[in-house]
Nanobody
Framework: QVQLVESGGGLVPAGGSLRLSCVTS????????MGWFRQAPGKEREYVAS????????SYAESVRGRFTISRINARNTAYLQMNSLKPEDTAVYYC?????????????????WGQGTQVTVSS
């Protein structure tokens, strides 16, 4: 079955950086939009960033624009989220998602496949 496996989370001080990876299997990866969402305790899952199948279109939540960069290497079936200038409010479980329709939506309900999540904690 389709699998998405995130890695790269951890504990960092404010101002630090992390790079999340999402390795996928059994996906037609080149034609899937890839996205990152996050969920903090007691809050709803929120959109962070997404990238189209070919990599030409990217989109970011306003709260992370200019600090986070989404990318992908189709030959490796892997998507990335480079997070710089991290803030305590970035603390959350980060989820990788795939949309085989390459829709690049900001709504979680349009993303068909999800990873298990990786914890990111930013200390103040």
């Amino acid at each position: 079955q389709v699998q998405l496996v995130e890695s790269g989370g951890g504990l960092v001080p404010a101002g630090g950086s992390l790079r999340l990876s999402c390795v996928t299997s059994r996906l037609n990866f080149n034609y899937c939009a890839m996205g990152w969402f996050r969920q903090a305790p007691g809050k709803e899952r929120e959109y962070v960033a997404s990238i189209s199948g070919g990599g030409s279109r990217t989109s970011y939540a306003e709260s992370v624009r200019g600090r986070f960069t989404i990318s992908r290497i189709n030959a490796r079936n892997t998507a990335y989220l480079q997070m710089n200038s991290l803030k305590p409010e970035d603390t959350a479980v980060y989820y990788c998602a795939a949309d085989p329709s390459d829709g690049n939506s900001r709504s979680a309900r349009f993303w068909g496949y999800w990873g298990q999540g990786t914890q990111v904690t930013v200390s103040s």
